[in-house]
């Protein structure tokens, strides 16, 4: 079966990003990894994210796109989903909501 990362980029998005990642943790299939990209946040999203386990590398260039790709550079899952950190599933849709990843791993990682 195939392995499976999450990419998060942020930017001080720790209130939402603290949501996600507790989320993601209640999935019924979890990640292989978390990876939040820093995108030069103020806040408190890089501790966040390290209390969570997640794995977190730095990306300096500017923006959105900047970020995701150095997610996707970083990643080791052969499958990735990335998110927002305020990402929430609705019904259990979405990137966050709790069969999401077992749904991704039903229909792509066979």
């Known amino acids: 079966m ?8 942020v930017l001080n998005d720790a209130q939402h990003l603290r949501v996600l990642l507790d989320l993601l943790a209640r999935q019924s299939k ?4 978390i990876i939040v990209v820093d995108n030069g946040s103020t806040d408190d999203s890089v501790f966040w994210a390290q209390a969570a386990g997640a794995r977190v590398i730095h990306q ?6 900047a ?20 990402t929430r ?3 259990s849709t979405g990137c966050a909501g709790s069969t999401s990843i077992s749904r991704v791993a039903a229909n792509w990682m066979r």
Do not use: F, K, Q, W
């Not at 195939?2 to 980029?9: G, Q």
């Not at 300096?60 to 796109?65: A, D, V």
């Open 2 to 9: 195939s392995t499976l990362s999450v990419v998060v980029p």
């Open 30 to 33: 979890a990640p292989e990894e």
């Open 60 to 65: 300096p260039l500017p923006g959105i796109l």
């Open 67 to 86: 970020a995701a790709a150095a997610g996707y550079e970083a990643a080791t899952g052969e499958v990735i989903i990335r998110c927002d950190a305020d």
């Open 89 to 91: 599933g609705l019904r």
